[in-house]
Every structure is written in structure tokens, then in C-alpha cells.
């Protein structure tokens, strides 16, 4: 596997996940001190309790998603983070405490527990694991919904489950060795914010599908995974790959775009440009191993070994930014005969007599393998020595020198756009 575990987001997650929980503690401690589990708590106590334990999951689950971005820096998105996970967090927190609760007591009762009458610690000891782990796969689903990512809430709900067990399995047993009281709660209560933030950080490095290394810039040696549908990179904070200090990158500068196991970038940047593989590109399939240079940053691009990329799979050419497929049988490329030319140097001859059809279809004379491309695009057609491009009614449209035609006249040089596919007309 060609995944490396991200351990500075490991670290991060873990030590935020006791922060909280250390914080979290407090308001526990007031709404606990003095009040055992044989005795009967007023209705005020009770719903002490269970604001104090939303606040716990709040601060927990606030803090583990403030450092989602790998950065112990006081940023917008670092307290939009926090107080998303915060509040999310809570309000999961008030129903899921309500569960743990029930089951708490059932198997206090189930070990002899009752008012006035300690019964067996053995149940108390599996009544803690049990409503912990409630509450830890409620605290992660909170963690993963905070993060707007549909898959991040069942990533998010296993790491939980596992920190919320190992947090409820070592309560007691600290109690027990500190005596009770104040260190137990405190060690306890940050023990389980440091394990739930380690192991939703571990669910998710160990699911990862895609992500980038950052090669060569200013933040040499980062690690940024690839979530959602659509990540963005470029210079602006509110960026899933936030590329800052660089002054060639723009504040939104590219984005890559998810589609099954596939994955693209996407060039937003007019000037300065995108480049995958040492080739500037407009979009491009993206596989394992493709270097992507945005700026004076240089980042490799990661694939988890077992996603195949139907890019790869259709013959993708290295460099190139649209997995246009080699020439019809029959046709060569050759000086002098009227071509086209995608981004990363491959030729396409014209037909010097007829109508040359681009589009996705196997039944054009151009293959384009692009989802931005209809399966019958465009043509072009020679006529006395001069070739016109026509729009076939595609539905992401036909451009010629950045200009969106029906039908167009080509002079040599002209930059033809496919949909998200470009190419050079040469005669």
C-alpha cells in the first residue's frame, strides 16, 4: 500500500481531542462533585449533568475539527472549525447522553446496583465501556457531519466507537489507582478526548483514498487528503488544500474533482496556470504518481493502491491533460499536414477531404476521453484548403481562442477548447 499514515495529523487530532476533553472536564466536575451513583439526584442535577456532558462532546468534537487543516494556528477557519464541531457535537451529544444513560442504568440494576447499595463493580466497569462507546460514536458522527462530508460521518462514528471503548475501559481503572474523585474524572475525561481524536484521525488515514504530498514550497513535507466531491487549492484560507506564502498562487487556483474512483484538475488560474507533469493543462485526468506544479509549490498526487483509475485504464498518456486517444488506424502524424495538437504534444492529422469528428464516442475520428465532453462534440471539416469548426450541439460547448462558437474558421495556431479538453490547430 503506497499510503503513508499522516502522523502530524495523528498528533494533532490526539493532543485537540485531550484539550478538550481536559476543558470538558470542568464543567463535568461542578455538575458531578458530591453526588454518588447509590443516591437520588434532583431533576435540576439531572439536567446539570446533561448539559455538562454536551458541553464535554462540544469541546471535544469543536477542537478535534479545528485542527482538521494541520495547522495549531489561530486562523477564520480554525474558529469556524471549532465552533461548527462544537455545536454539531452538542446538540448529538443531548440524545446520545439520554441512550448512554438508560443503558448505564440498566446495567448498574443488572449488577445489583440501587439507592443506598453498591453492587457489583464488574457491571459498573461494563456500564462505563458501554455508554462511553455510545457516546464516543456519537461524538465522531458529530465530528464527521461537522465536516460536510457524508462519508466522514460513518469514518468519523468508528473512530469514536474505538476511542469512546478504549476511554470507558481505563475510567475505572485510573479511579481506582488515583483514589477517586478529582484526578480520576480529569485523567479520565482527557484520556477519552485524546483517544477519540487519535482514532478518528486513524479511521480516516487508514480509508483515505486519495491525497497530496506537498514536494517542493514553503509548506515542504504536508500532507492534504482529498474529500468531498470537489477540493479546491489555491492561496485563500477557506481552501481544503491551502497552498499560502506564494505569490504565484492565486487565492483559488485549481480544483480537483472527484467522480467514482476517477479523479481531475481542474485549472482555474487564467495567467499563471496549472502544470501536471511538467505540461500546462486546462484539465487533466489525474493517476498515482503525477507530480502537479501550482505556483513555486510542486505536490505529488497519491492514489490508494486497489482504486483503479478508469483514466489509467483508457491509456491515459502521461502528461497528458485529457486521455485523447491515439490516431485512427491508418493516420501518422507528419510535418505539413493539418493536425491537431493536445497539451502534452500529441497529434491529431485532419482530414484533408472530409468532416474530422471529436467527441467521447469509440465511433469519432478523435477519441477524447473526458466527462466534460459529449459523445459527439464537434467537427471539422476541410473545404479548398481552409478547415471551420462546428459545434455538434454539445452540451459544454465548442470555443475557439477562448470564444464560444457555433461554427468558426481555423487560422493556424488557433486554441481550440472540447468542452474542458484543449488542443492547438496547426496547418
Not at 19 to 27: F, K
Not at 321 to 329: D, I, Q, S, V
Not at 334 to 352: K, M, N, T, Y
Request: hydrophobic share 45%; aromatic share 8%; charged share 15%.
Amino acid at each position: 500500500m503506497n499510503s503513508s499514515i499522516n502522523r502530524r495529523e495523528l498528533f494533532n487530532k490526539a493532543i485537540a481531542g485531550l484539550l478538550g476533553g481536559a476543558l470538558g472536564w470542568l464543567p463535568v466536575e461542578i455538575a458531578s462533585h458530591g453526588h454518588n451513583l447509590t443516591e437520588r439526584i434532583s431533576s435540576f442535577d439531572a439536567a446539570m449533568s446533561y448539559a455538562s456532558m454536551a458541553i464535554l462532546s462540544g469541546l471535544i468534537g469543536g477542537f478535534i475539527l479545528a485542527v482538521g487543516a494541520q495547522q495549531i494556528e489561530w486562523t477564520t477557519t480554525t474558529r469556524n472549525n471549532l465552533i461548527r464541531g462544537f455545536i454539531v457535537c452538542l446538540l448529538l451529544a443531548l440524545p446520545a447522553d439520554y441512550v448512554s444513560n438508560y443503558v448505564f442504568s440498566v446495567m448498574l440494576s443488572a449488577g445489583g446496583w440501587s439507592l443506598g447499595h453498591a453492587g457489583s463493580s464488574f457491571f459498573l466497569f461494563l456500564g462505563r465501556v458501554f455508554s462511553w462507546v455510545i457516546m464516543g460514536a456519537s461524538l465522531g458522527a458529530g465530528v464527521g457531519l461537522a465536516t460536510l462530508s457524508i462519508p466522514n460521518i460513518a469514518k468519523g462514528a468508528l473512530g469514536g466507537f474505538i476511542g469512546g471503548f478504549a476511554g470507558g475501559f481505563l475510567f475505572d481503572p485510573i479511579n481506582q489507582i488515583t483514589g477517586g474523585g478529582f484526578w480520576s474524572r480529569l485523567i479520565g475525561l482527557s484520556l477519552i478526548g485524546f483517544f477519540i481524536g487519535l482514532f478518528i484521525g486513524l479511521v480516516q488515514e487508514l480509508t483515505k483514498m486519495a491525497w497530496l504530498t506537498v514536494e517542493q514550497g514553503r509548506l515542504r513535507g504536508r500532507q492534504f487528503r482529498i474529500e468531498g466531491a470537489r477540493a479546491t487549492l489555491g492561496r485563500a484560507e477557506e481552501n481544503p488544500i491551502g497552498l499560502f506564502g506564494d505569490p504565484g498562487v492565486q487565492q483559488r487556483h485549481a480544483v480537483i474533482e472527484r467522480h467514482g474512483s476517477d479523479f481531475a484538475i481542474k485549472s482555474l488560474a487564467v495567467q499563471e496556470g496549472t502544470f501536471v507533469n511538467g505540461h500546462r493543462v486546462e484539465s487533466a485526468d489525474l493517476r498515482d504518481g503525477d507530480r502537479i506544479k501550482v505556483g513555486g509549490y510542486e505536490l505529488m498526487f497519491h492514489l490508494r493502491q486497489g482504486a483503479a483509475s478508469s483514466a489509467t485504464a483508457a491509456g491515459r498518456v502521461s502528461g497528458a491533460t485529457l486521455g485523447a486517444a491515439a490516431p485512427a488506424p491508418g493516420q501518422s502524424a507528419h510535418r505539413g499536414v493539418p493536425a491537431l495538437e493536445d497539451s502534452s504534444g500529441q497529434v491529431f492529422p485532419l482530414r484533408p477531404d472530409g468532416a474530422t469528428r471529436l467527441g467521447r464516442a469509440l465511433d469519432n475520428d478523435i477519441v477524447v476521453n473526458h466527462s466534460s465532453v459529449s459523445r459527439h462534440h464537434a467537427e471539422i471539416t476541410a473545404a479548398g484548403g481552409h478547415f471551420e469548426l462546428k459545434d455538434l450541439g454539445s452540451q459544454n460547448g465548442t470555443f475557439v481562442d477562448n470564444r464560444q462558437i457555433t461554427t468558426s474558421p481555423l487560422a493556424d495556431g488557433a486554441a481550440i477548447r472540447i468542452g474542458q479538453a484543449p488542443f492547438i490547430f496547426r496547418a
